[in-house]
């Protein structure tokens, strides 16, 4: 069975950063009432990246009588759970930082996202659509929403006048 979840896993991670990649990153967003300008080059590093699947008993015990190859005729679509840390640095007083962007496929499932600050600048986290419309009135440091189909994106704003931000932001998403 653990081979049948990372393999699965491997495809899986492969499929989620293509989707990623491939979404569309608003060129400006208003947060908070301020303007931003947003630079999708500028990315924080992802440190920890897991992938989980709920698997029912019947499909555990379909691989366990009839091999790994059973798998690849279950529907995994909305049982995957992705749980990502970035860590970001040196974001600009007055600035924001583009987190996370990913493409929400199933309806009605949760973002779970935490923003831990490491330092003295003031940070908030914002969750937007692909427009770069609010999603959760911010200005907040953590968000927990189930979102319809569609493109989201997590920004951090320091809203500092003159301290750089530094921190981290725990994710969890059902794809």
């Known amino acids: 069975m653990m081979n049948l979840i990372k393999s699965v896993a491997i ?4 499929a989620l950063s293509f989707m990623t990649q491939a979404a569309q990153v608003p060129s400006e967003v208003v947060l908070g009432g301020v303007s ?3 630079n999708p080059e500028e990315r924080p590093s992802v440190v920890d990246q897991t992938l989980s699947i709920d698997v029912t008993q019947e499909e555990n015990e379909q691989v366990e009588k009839h091999g790994f190859a059973s798998a690849f005729a279950f529907d995994f679509k909305c ?3 992705s749980k990502n840390t970035f860590y970001f640095t ?3 007083p007055n600035d924001l930082q583009l987190v996370y ?4 496929t199933c309806a009605n499932k949760y973002i779970e996202a935490k923003l831990t600050n490491l330092s003295n600048g003031s940070l908030d986290l914002y969750l937007t659509d692909s427009t770069g419309n609010e999603i959760v009135d ?3 440091s953590w968000v927990l ?3 319809p189909v569609g493109t989201y994106h997590l920004f951090v704003v320091n809203s500092s006048s003159s301290q750089r931000g530094d921190g981290y932001v725990d994710t969890k998403v059902t794809l």
């Open 145 to 147: 929403v189930p979102l």
């Open 11 to 14: 495809l899986s991670l492969s």
């Open 101 to 104: 962007t990913f493409d929400q």
């Open 138 to 140: 911010g200005p907040t």
């Open 90 to 92: 040196n974001v600009r």
């Open 79 to 81: 049982r995957l759970t």
């Open 36 to 38: 931003y300008a947003v």
